[in-house]
Antibody, heavy 121, light 110 residues
Framework: QITLKESGPTLVKPTQTLTLTCSFS??????????VAWIRQPPGKALEWLTV???????RYRPSLKSRLTIARDTSENQVVLKMTNMDPVDTGTYYC?????????????WGQGTLVTVSS | QSVLTQSPSASGTPGQRVTISCSGS????????VNWYQQLPRTAPKVLIY???QRPSGVPDRFSGSKSGTSASLAISGLQSEDEADYYC???????????FGGGTKLTVL
């Protein structure tokens, strides 16, 4: 059974760095073809893809946020960490991690429950 | 403003057939597969259709997907009250080198 779960702070101050962890089970990032993606959703708005990392450490970032995002994997701990610098109130939303069903595809097979992050002073 | 274009809303009565469309371009839908997600209120999205027309196990065959050129459609037949949700299309975009989503369609079952 594949599960993913996001964890991290629920409240972040403007200009701070957000660090979120995706803990997963049921698959390994050491396995060819596997990856973890991050997606966010501002309140009442649409889904926004942020980044993906694959088993071979290949990564892609949302172009408009590339300078602020870092994704990294910890294969021994079955975790993927997302860092987003210089947080702003517009970054408020629910952040999800997900398992891609295919390489370089919009197919996101399994999703975590999401974690709500609020950016406010 | 989303890269993929969806109508903001759709509606139908129980038993009806409803279609939700998704329009893109040659760099996304035109050259990659389309996926559809259902998001029930206050829950995480769930994949409904992948690779244009494939249904994951457990998804009723009332849901079907198709793609033509740079557009795709999700059809829901035999509409039920529990189908009331937000629906998103998604595809890989070769120019942006990432996943792009539609703006979502809110389906209301009257």
């Amino acid at each position: 059974q594949i599960t993913l779960k996001e964890s991290g702070p629920t409240l972040v101050k403007p200009t701070q760095t957000l660090t979120l962890t995706c803990s997963f089970s049921g698959f390994s990032l050491n396995t060819r073809g596997m990856g973890v993606a991050w997606i966010r959703q501002p309140p009442g708005k649409a889904l926004e893809w942020l980044t993906v990392i694959y088993w071979n450490d290949d990564k892609r970032y949302r172009p408009s946020l590339k300078s602020r995002l870092t994704i990294a994997r910890d294969t021994s701990e079955n975790q993927v960490v997302l860092k987003m610098t210089n947080m702003d109130p517009v970054d408020t939303g629910t952040y999800y991690c997900a398992l891609p069903g295919d390489l370089w595809s919009g197919h996101l097979d399994h999703w975590g429950q999401g974690t709500l992050v609020t950016v406010s002073s | 403003q989303s890269v993929l274009t969806q109508s903001p809303s759709a509606s139908g009565t129980p038993g009806q057939r409803v279609t939700i469309s998704c329009s893109g371009s040659s760099s996304n839908i035109g050259s990659n597969t389309v996926n559809w997600y259902q998001q029930l209120p206050r829950t995480a999205p769930k994949v409904l259709i992948y690779s244009n027309s494939q249904r994951p196990s457990g998804v009723p065959d009332r849901f079907s997907g198709s793609k033509s050129g740079t557009s795709a459609s999700l059809a829901i037949s035999g509409l039920q009250s529990e189908d009331e949700a937000d629906y998103y299309c998604a595809s890989w975009d070769d120019s942006l080198d990432g996943v792009v989503f539609g703006g979502g369609t809110k389906l209301t079952v009257l």
